[in-house]
C-alpha cells in the first residue's frame, strides 16, 4: 500500500512538472541541420513544446540517432528522422515552420562573411525544397551569414513562385537575447522585466540594439553605451573566441531559436500579442531587408514596430547610418548570388 501510494504521488507531481506536457495544439516542425550544435538542443527544447505535434530531423548525417535519443522523452510530439538529400522533401510534407541551422560555423578570426561560399548554397538547396513541398510554412534561418541568406531565400522562393516575404525570418533573437542579459547585468535589473530591440541586421556593426527604447526606462551613460552596443556587436566573437575552434554559439542560439519558434506557434494559433525582433523584408528604411520588431500573426508579419526608429538618441542615429553600407552590400551579395545562376 506504501508503494502505491509513492507511485500515486509521483504521478500526481509528475503531472504539475515538465515532464508530462498536455499537448496544446498540434503543429508540425522541421529542423534542417538538426544533427548539428544547434539542430540538437534545438530539437530536444522543441521536442519539450506543447504546441507540437510532429518533430522531423532532417540532416546529411547522424540524424537517425539523435531522433532515436529524442523520441524516448515522454512529451506528445512523434520524432522521425530524415537523412540526405532523398528524404528531404519527405521531411517537409505538411510541414508548418522550417529552421534552418543548415551549415558551418565560424572559427577564431573569421566573419560570418567567410561563410558565404559554402552556406550559400547550402540554404538555396534547401529553400528549393521548402518552396516544392511547404510553400506556406514559416520559414526560419539561422545559417551565417544571415545578412545575405535570407535575401537568398526570397530570390529562391520567387524564382519558384511562392514568396511570401511576411513569412520569411532571419533569426536574430539571440542578439535580442544577450542585449536583455548584458543590460540587467550592467543595470542590475530583474531579468524578466528587461526587453531590448535590435534592429539592423546580425554581423558586427549591422546589430544595433537600442538601448534609449530598452524597458523598463534606463539611463545609460555615453560609456555605458558604447561598451554594452559593442559587447552585444561582438557576442557571436566572443563565443567563437572562447570555443577556440569548435564552432560558435548552439545552445544559447538553440535556447534564442526556440523562444523565437515558440512565438510563431502562439502567432499561427491565433495570439493576438506576439512581438519579436527577426530580419525581414521591410520598408522601415531604404533597404529591402532590416531587422525590426514585428508583429507575428497567423500570416506572419502582421505590423512593423515603426515607432522603435523614432526619436532615436544621436548616438544610434548614427550607427544607424552607418550600418546601411555593409547591410546593402550583404544584401546585394545574396541576390545576386541567386540571380547569376539563371
Ligand atoms: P554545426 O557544424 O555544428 O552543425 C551544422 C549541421 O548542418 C551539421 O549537422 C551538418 O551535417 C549540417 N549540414 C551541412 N550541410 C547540410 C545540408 N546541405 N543539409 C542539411 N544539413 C546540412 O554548426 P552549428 O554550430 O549548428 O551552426 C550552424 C549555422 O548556424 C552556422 O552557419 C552558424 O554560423 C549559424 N549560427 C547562426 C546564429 C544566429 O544568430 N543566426 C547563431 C549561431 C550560429
Ligand atoms: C552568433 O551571433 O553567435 C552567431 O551568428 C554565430 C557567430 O558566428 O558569431
Redesign the pocket.
Known amino acids: 500500500a506504501l508503494r502505491q501510494s509513492f507511485a500515486l504521488k509521483a504521478q500526481k507531481e509528475n503531472k504539475r512538472s515538465w515532464n508530462y506536457i498536455q499537448p496544446q495544439a498540434s503543429y508540425k516542425v522541421s529542423i534542417?541541420?538538426?544533427?548539428?550544435?544547434?539542430?540538437q538542443p534545438l530539437a530536444l527544447l522543441v521536442k519539450m513544446s506543447p504546441l507540437v505535434s510532429a518533430l522531423n530531423l532532417?540532416?546529411?548525417?547522424?540524424?537517425k540517432g539523435v531522433a532515436a535519443d529524442l523520441s524516448h522523452c515522454n512529451t506528445p510530439s512523434k520524432v522521425s528522422d530524415f537523412t540526405g538529400a532523398s528524404e528531404?522533401a519527405n521531411s517537409l510534407k505538411d510541414v508548418n515552420v522550417v529552421v534552418i541551422?543548415?551549415?558551418?560555423?565560424?572559427k577564431p578570426g573569421m566573419t560570418?562573411d567567410d561563410?558565404f561560399n559554402i552556406?550559400a548554397s547550402?540554404v538555396r538547396?534547401?529553400v528549393e525544397a521548402v518552396a516544392d513541398n511547404c510553400p506556406d510554412a514559416f520559414i526560419h534561418?539561422?545559417?551565417?551569414?544571415?545578412n545575405s541568406t535570407v535575401p537568398i531565400a526570397a530570390e529562391v522562393l520567387k524564382k519558384k513562385g511562392v514568396y511570401d516575404p511576411k513569412k520569411l525570418f532571419?533569426?536574430?533573437?539571440?542578439?535580442v537575447v544577450r542585449a536583455n542579459t548584458f543590460v540587467a547585468q550592467k543595470k542590475n535589473l530583474r531579468l524578466i522585466d528587461v526587453d531590448v530591440p535590435v534592429i539592423g541586421g546580425?554581423a558586427g556593426i549591422t546589430i544595433l540594439p537600442l538601448l534609449s527604447k530598452a524597458k523598463p526606462s534606463t539611463t545609460f551613460t555615453d560609456e555605458e553605451v558604447q561598451e554594452l552596443t559593442a559587447r552585444i556587436q561582438n557576442g557571436?566573437t566572443e563565443v567563437v573566441e572562447a570555443k577556440a575552434g569548435a564552432?560558435?554559439?548552439?545552445l544559447s542560439?538553440a535556447y534564442?531559436a526556440a523562444r523565437f519558434l515558440e512565438s510563431s506557434l502562439r502567432a499561427l494559433d491565433g495570439d493576438s500579442d506576439v512581438y519579436e525582433c527577426a530580419y525581414v523584408q521591410s520598408d522601415l528604411t531604404d533597404l529591402p531587408f532590416f531587422a525590426s520588431r514585428v508583429k507575428l500573426g497567423r500570416n506572419g508579419v502582421e505590423a512593423f514596430i515603426s515607432s522603435d526608429l523614432h526619436g532615436l538618441t544621436e548616438y544610434e542615429e548614427k550607427a544607424l547610418e552607418a550600418l546601411k553600407p555593409e547591410l546593402k552590400a550583404s544584401i546585394e551579395k545574396g541576390i545576386s548570388f541567386v540571380q547569376k545562376e539563371a
Open positions: 534542417l541541420g538538426a544533427a548539428g550544435g544547434i539542430g532532417y540532416d546529411i548525417a547522424n540524424v528531404l541551422p543548415a551549415g558551418v560555423p565560424r560570418r561563410l552556406n547550402i538547396t534547401l534561418i539561422i545559417s551565417n551569414p544571415v532571419g533569426i536574430t533573437t539571440l542578439d546580425h557571436g564552432g560558435s554559439a548552439t542560439m534564442a
